[in-house]
T-cell receptor, first 113, second 113 residues
């Protein structure tokens, strides 16, 4: 599958700080998604982006789909301890496989009280 | 949202034995399910696409004879790791599409001794 480059690999911040992470790809995707995974659990969808340039918010989370459809960023404002987890970006191409996703390597977020 | 459930959550087996992992869509029907594998601190890698009533589609590099997939009904797909070896120890996650959104199971942690 296509490679997604996600950065940073990890972040260690204090409660209340804002966080930003991003993903880039050499390929174009139809849809870009951001997931959060808690230890020992499956990923949970945070935000889905469908249109180039789309900016979408979900509570304290904001994500944008790049104009070229090759990149996206996720911002978390005023972080809280429960934001701890691994955040994955995922690109989706509509193909015979339907909804199969290509995942980035994840950004591990640690928030200290 | 829709619920995808996996069983077992944890399994430990001896090298050379086979292990079956179930993936169920609890409140919707899924003609297609996806199986992912995730090694520690790594991203999710798509292994195969499970199709109800037909053969699964495997990603390049995934041995179909080792990872047997059976999608016997619209709510159940099973992944059998045959003749498991320690290098097969991983977190296996399934997913299914409901109302255009991909939902993930809780994952199954396999440890092969």
């Amino acid at each position: 599958g296509q490679q997604l480059n996600q950065s940073p690999q990890s972040m260690f911040i204090q409660e209340g700080e804002d966080v930003s992470m991003n993903c880039t790809s050499s390929s174009i995707f139809n849809t870009w998604l951001w997931y959060k995974q808690d230890p020992g659990e499956g990923p949970v969808l945070l935000i889905a982006l469908y249109k180039a340039g789309e900016l979408t918010s979900n509570g304290r989370l904001t994500a944008q789909f790049g104009i070229t459809r090759k990149d996206s960023f996720l911002n978390i404002s005023a972080s809280i301890p429960s934001d701890v987890g691994i955040y994955f970006c995922a690109g989706q191409l509509y193909s015979n496989s339907g909804y199969a996703l290509n995942f980035g390597k994840g950004t591990s977020l640690l928030v200290t009280p | 949202g829709a619920v995808v459930s996996q069983h077992p959550s944890w399994v430990i087996c001896k090298s050379g034995t086979s292990v079956k992992i179930e993936c169920r869509s609890l409140d919707f029907q899924a003609t297609t399910m996806f199986w992912y594998r995730q090694f520690p601190k790594q991203s999710l890698m798509l292994m195969a696409t499970s199709n109800e009533g037909s053969k699964a589609t495997y990603e390049q590099g995934v041995e179909k004879d080792k990872f047997l997939i059976n999608h016997a009904s619209l709510t159940l797909s099973t992944l059998t790791v045959t003749s498991a070896h320690p290098e097969d120890s991983s977190f296996y996650i399934c997913s299914a599409v409901a109302a255009g959104e991909l939902f993930f199971g809780e994952g199954s942690r396999l440890t092969v001794l």
